[in-house]
């Protein structure tokens, strides 16, 4: 028998009813035509209240369980609305009201009596949504390495724990620091910013930092002191080091949040030369005299 209604609601006929209110949460979030401005959007906005509120009565979800799709006419029930309701038909309110209301119904193979007594009570309930979305950003060497953020939300600021290797857009929930309403709190949930910084580009998972070489360490080879997000280290710069010479640093990238392996930072060599008049004249000499011209 098909019941395409936990289809809507993307559950399991078995769910329980907390399974069923948290999936209705998580799909009427999602498809909120105040967040979701998709073409059809609204239209399956209607169909996950309406499924929500068959399923989440007992009397009404008995009596479906009982009879399925069958109460549509044969059709699933994303078809059926959309074959009732519309431009010029009826709203989802008016059909589930007329099938619960005892007149009738569409529901066919019922011997022309509606076997879902009773009523909508005036239309269908949704309750209030107490969730609350927002912006924060966030500084970049945060997102790289994780750590405290305070954040300030409706006039009440507190600190929330950034994971290491968040990205821009990412979002964050945060319980207990929504809308509160008759004994209910919703959740926060706030869409993550990455600040730039101007030392840093971010490759997936990696890192790039320019760095200053002098010519003599180019020519000749030396170490460099470079201070990274995390600590100060020492790089050993070969001779013959070419302007714009990446250097690797194993797992001092960012670190990635499905596989928890940290990427890579790449130091760009960036060869200071220095002001010729500032030289020893005798090495200007003997430069302008033995340095190859091609």
Do not use: C, W
């Not at 399974?19 to 239209?43: S, T």
């Not at 269908?124 to 390495?145: C, G, K, M, R, Y």
């Not at 710069?237 to 690797?248: A, L």
């Amino acid at each position: 028998m098909a019941k395409s209604l936990y289809q809507t609601l993307e559950i399991s006929e078995s769910a329980s009813e907390a399974e069923i209110k948290k999936a209705y949460r998580k799909l009427a979030r999602q498809y909120h035509p105040d967040v979701n401005k998709d073409p059809g959007a609204e239209e399956k906005f209607k169909e996950i209240n309406a499924a929500y509120e068959i399923l989440s009565d007992k009397t009404k979800k008995q009596q479906y369980d009982m009879h399925g799709d069958a109460m549509f006419g044969g059709q699933n029930f994303h078809d059926f609305s959309r074959s009732h309701g519309g431009a010029g038909g009826s709203s989802m309110e008016d059909i589930l009201r007329e099938m619960f209301s005892g007149g009738g119904g569409f529901g066919g193979g019922f011997g022309g009596g509606n076997p879902f007594g009773g009523g909508f009570g005036g239309g269908f309930h949704q309750e209030p949504n107490l969730d609350l979305e927002t912006n924060v950003t966030i500084p970049f060497a945060v997102s790289i390495l994780g750590g405290s953020h305070s954040v300030s939300v409706q006039g009440d600021r507190f600190d929330i724990k950034i994971p290491a290797g968040v990205k821009s857009g990412e979002k964050m929930r945060v319980k207990g620091k929504g809308h509160a309403q008759g004994g209910r709190v919703g959740d926060l949930f706030l869409k993550i910013n990455v600040a730039s910084n101007p030392e840093y580009v971010r490759e997936d998972d990696d890192l790039v930092k320019s760095f200053d070489v002098p010519l003599y360490a180019a020519l000749f080879g030396d170490k460099i002191s470079v201070q990274t997000l995390e600590k100060e280290i020492k790089l050993k710069v070969p001779q013959n080091t070419k302007n714009g010479q990446r250097f690797r640093v194993k797992e001092m990238g960012a670190m990635n949040r499905k596989t928890k392996v940290r990427g890579d930072l790449y130091l760009k060599a960036n060869i200071v030369l220095p002001k010729v008049e500032e030289l020893d004249k005798e090495l200007v000499e003997l430069m302008q005299a033995k340095l190859p011209k091609e």
